[in-house]
């Protein structure tokens, strides 16, 4: 790219830790966009993606209010691989145009882009210059899963399953952050990869 910054893609598997990740970085200056935020906007009412897929999944995926009950697709498209890639045909354009949109108004010199298929969705290769990929045990994620999101195991696990190896997203990392210990060992990856960052000409 040609303009003096870094487009980092932050990405990992569900409750390897991305989020905190994110929120490090954003604290350390970084403009941060987050993927998983922009899809939950397009599929709300008016949002530019909500007539697909209500239109696609019917109306028992709506809510009393009419929107749309994310708990409710969810059940549908994390047990169906082929009705996954029905929705994500759907909103992966509309939140790619956004995240574009954002990026080209942005003026920091780090901008982070949090998506959990950065890689899959080709973000990383039409976006960004660096590929940053959290990474934790497989109980860890269950546990999280089951600690945050009030899931239960088996339902974690489904989750799990519904996304790309660890492996795959580690392959195609620049940059791994390791999610097994505390947060300030976290922070101190986190960090030091920053610091890094520093060197590149293209900041200076």
Same mark, same amino acid.
């Given at each position: ?17 991305k989020?905190?990740?994110l929120? @490090?970085?954003?604290? $350390?200056? +970084?403009? =941060?966009?987050?993927?998983?935020q !922009?899809?939950h ?5 008016? %949002?530019?993606a ?11 995926i709506?809510a009393?209010d ?5 708990a ?5 498209v ?20 956004? @995240?574009?949109?954002? $990026?080209? +108004?942005? =003026?920091?010199?780090?901008?982070? !882009?949090?998506?959990?298929k950065?890689?899959?969705a %080709? ?15 497989e ?6 899963l ?6 239960n ?7 799990m ?17 390791d ?12 960090k ?13």
């Amino acid at each position: 790219m040609s303009h003096p910054r870094t487009v980092i893609g932050l990405t990992g598997n569900i409750g390897t830790g991305k989020s905190t990740v994110l929120e @490090i970085l954003r604290q $350390l200056g +970084a403009r =941060t966009i987050d993927a998983d935020q !922009i899809a939950h906007q397009v599929i709300e009412p008016g %949002g530019r993606a909500y007539d697909d897929v209500v239109a696609t999944f019917g109306g028992e995926i709506l809510a009393e209010d009419g929107s749309i009950d994310r708990a409710k697709l969810g059940q549908i498209v994390f047990n169906d691989p082929d009705r996954l890639q029905v929705l994500e045909r759907i909103v992966h354009p509309v939140v790619f145009e956004q @995240i574009n949109s954002e $990026l080209t +108004a942005a =003026t920091e010199a780090v901008i982070v !882009i949090e998506a959990i298929k950065l890689l899959e969705a %080709g973000m990383a290769i039409t976006l960004c210059d660096q590929v940053w990929v959290v990474t934790t045990d497989e109980e860890q994620q269950v546990q999280r899963l089951m600690e945050t999101r009030n899931m239960n195991r088996e339902e974690a696990e489904a989750r799990m399953r519904s996304q790309s190896p660890q492996a795959f997203k580690i392959s195609q990392a620049d940059v791994v952050l390791d999610n097994n210990g505390s947060l300030g060992e976290l922070a101190a990856q986190v960090k030091k990869a920053w610091d890094d960052l520093e060197l590149q000409p293209k900041l200076v």
